[in-house]
């Protein structure tokens, strides 16, 4: 039978001295063993590289090798760092603040691996808990988010309490969800939550650092979701910290649809499509000989739709503009420029 192949983690970390090793150690208990894990200290101002270098002693394990960087460069940059020094076929990016389960990587893996259709991304739900891993809510809402209705919960969704432990267990549910197409709308989780293949990432991360110094997670899952599709994990597989001090999520959990950021996301979201936009003129030639003409020609078209309607309409016109981007893909698909894809939308 195949072998598995290895995989490379990055955990980019810049001023997350308090919860950089809880990351270090999460990826060291990984129920697949097979991993090389460059850990990069972006110039950080507080205890972090203390933290690091006697989380790593601690180990003592050979997988891991640390790299600290004397300037400041995002994290997009730092992320490239570490890059530069794996040669995986399948690659996943850890936030400093956040911790992955004991079966994080396996799980991902597998689903990768599927006899069904290949993609560039796998991404997963999340548990979302404070600074002292007290558990705050069973999901991140915006993870596979629908309009909330009047509905009958399965009692299979809510955890336990082990009394001996104090801990919470859940139940694996065993869901998947391959999403062919992306639209406007489209949504994953964050940065922690993904596995990547190397290739791809290789593609589509040809930006200056400063051109992306945050907003990796939107950037790449973006372009997934326009060449490859993805695939969903029903599960929550890590741990996304909100401690109050997140460079992102830096609101309180208080129920319902929450905003996990007090920024502004249309801004946020507009620039990094402009980003897409870009790279998907500039670096047309090698995307059109990964994925083909069409596909390279219609992600083109998707994102330059979505930016016009952004900036010439309301509400109302933007719901419009993703109806018909779904209209127009299932027109496609049913003219079967996608019939293998379009077999595979289902949850399973």
């Not at 691996?113 to 991304?121: C, D, Q, R």
Request: hydrophobic letters at 40%; one cysteine or more; glycine letters at 6%.
């Amino acid at each position: 039978m195949p072998s598995v192949p290895p995989v490379g983690v990055v955990i980019a970390n810049y001023n997350n001295g308090a919860f950089v090793g809880r990351a270090i150690e999460s990826v060291a208990r990984q129920s697949c063993r097979n991993l090389r894990t460059i850990v990069v200290d972006d110039a950080s101002t507080d205890n972090s590289d203390a933290e690091i270098r006697a989380c790593l002693s601690r180990l003592d394990d050979s997988r891991f090798h640390y790299v600290r960087l004397d300037a400041n460069v995002g994290q997009t940059g730092a992320i490239k760092r570490g890059l530069s020094q794996l040669d995986t076929p399948f690659v996943g990016f850890l936030d400093s603040d956040d911790k992955w389960y004991e079966n994080f990587i396996e799980r991902h893996l597998c689903v990768h691996m599927n006899a069904e259709f290949p993609v560039a991304l796998t991404y997963c739900d999340s548990h979302i808990i404070d600074a002292d891993d007290r558990l705050l809510a069973g999901t991140a809402w915006w993870f596979e988010h629908a309009a909330p209705t009047d509905k009958a919960f399965d009692t299979a969704i809510v955890p336990k309490i082990d009394a001996a432990t104090g801990g919470f267990t859940f139940p694996a549910n065993g869901r998947l969800t391959f999403h062919p197409r992306w639209t406007p709308l489209s949504a994953t989780n964050s940065m922690a939550s993904m596995l990547f293949r190397r290739s791809f990432v290789d593609l589509v991360l040809v930006l200056p650092d400063n051109d992306l110094r945050l907003y990796l997670d939107y950037y790449l899952s973006t372009f997934a979701g326009l060449l490859t599709g993805s695939i969903a994990i029903h599960d929550a597989l890590y741990g996304y910290r909100m401690h109050g001090a997140n460079k992102h999520s830096n609101a309180t959990v208080m129920g319902g649809t929450y905003n996990s950021s007090t920024k502004d996301w249309e801004p946020i979201s507009n620039h990094i499509l402009q980003l897409v936009q870009r790279v998907l003129d500039e670096e047309a030639p090698s995307i059109r000989a990964a994925f083909g003409e069409w596909r390279h020609a219609h992600s083109q078209a998707l994102v330059r739709r979505a930016l016009d309607a952004r900036s010439n309409s309301s509400r109302g016109a933007w719901i419009r503009f993703v109806d018909a981007v779904s209209m127009r893909v299932k027109t496609l698909l049913g003219n079967g420029r996608s019939a293998a894809a379009g077999q595979l939308h289902r949850e399973r």
